[in-house]
T-cell receptor, first 112, second 114 residues
Framework: NAGVMQNPRHLVRRRGQEARLRCSPM?????VYWYRQLPEEGLKFMVY????????ESGMPKERFSAEFPKEGPSILRIQQVVRGDSAAYFC??????????FGPGTRLTVT | SQKIEQNSEALNIQEGKTATLTCNYT??????LQWYRQDPGRGPVFLLL?????KEKRKERLKVTFDTTLKQSLFHITASQPADSATYLC?????????????FGTGTRLKVLA
């Protein structure tokens, strides 16, 4: 049973470009969460999605950030017009219930 | 405001001793509390979940307690080994706007010295 997959693992973007981060949840999991982590800091909740629905996006910046979890395919976190402050590790987690979350290896975004 | 506090200073202990990590929270009433381990450059890995009606939970060398009166969870690793060196995160479920999500503490870095 494959775990949570994220790609790319590393992503370099110039200021003003778009970043697309992908997350494939564990088989059978319908809940997906995105988190952001800066060095020496904890995980900051961004958004919680179920298939075709955004359940809670209270942690997501109002501008430039969007997320989706389509009926088919991976969940996508999209950052438009990236700025240096967007540089961070972005983790995706999936769960089947309210119990434990299974995390992917993360995507490290660097904005130059 | 809601707050989760973990000791931000690294904890160094000698191999074989028991490591005790603390997670304090304010302005939450979590029904679930979880502990995760995170190694550098990797995603967190789930270790244990404890519910509000459970005082203590064990798994091999790990033990978690949950005191809803003190608003505190303690995480113990007995007979610690250098391989236990990592950052440990606590997470509480937060119910708002009709949904649950987990809020994470900043983590405590544990170093077990051989």
């Amino acid at each position: 049973n494959a775990g949570v997959m994220q790609n790319p693992r590393h992503l370099v973007r110039r200021r003003g470009q778009e970043a697309r981060l992908r997350c494939s949840p564990m088989k059978g999991h319908s809940h997906v969460y995105w988190y952001r982590q800066l060095p020496e800091e904890g995980l900051k909740f961004m958004v919680y999605l179920q298939k075709e629905n955004i359940i809670d996006e209270s942690g997501m910046p109002k501008e430039r950030f969007s997320a989706e979890f389509p009926k088919e395919g991976p969940s996508i976190l999209r950052i438009q017009q990236v700025v240096r402050g967007d540089s961070a590790a972005y983790f995706c987690a999936s769960s089947g219930t309210r119990d434990e979350q299974y995390f992917g290896p993360g995507t490290r975004l660097t904005v130059t | 405001s809601q707050k989760i506090e973990q000791n931000s200073e690294a904890l160094n202990i000698q191999e074989g001793k028991t490591a005790t990590l603390t997670c304090n929270y304010t302005n939450y009433s979590p029904a679930y509390l979880q502990w995760y381990r995170q190694d550098p450059g990797r995603g967190p890995v789930f270790l244990l979940l404890i519910r509000e009606n459970e005082k203590e939970k064990r798994k091999e060398r790990l033990k978690v307690t949950f005191d809803t009166t003190l608003k505190q969870s303690l995480f113990h690793i007995t007979a610690s080994q250098p391989a236990d060196s990592a950052t440990y995160l606590c997470a509480l479920d937060s119910f708002s706007s009709g949904t649950y999500k987990y809020i994470f503490g900043t983590g405590t870095r544990l170093k077990v010295l051989a």
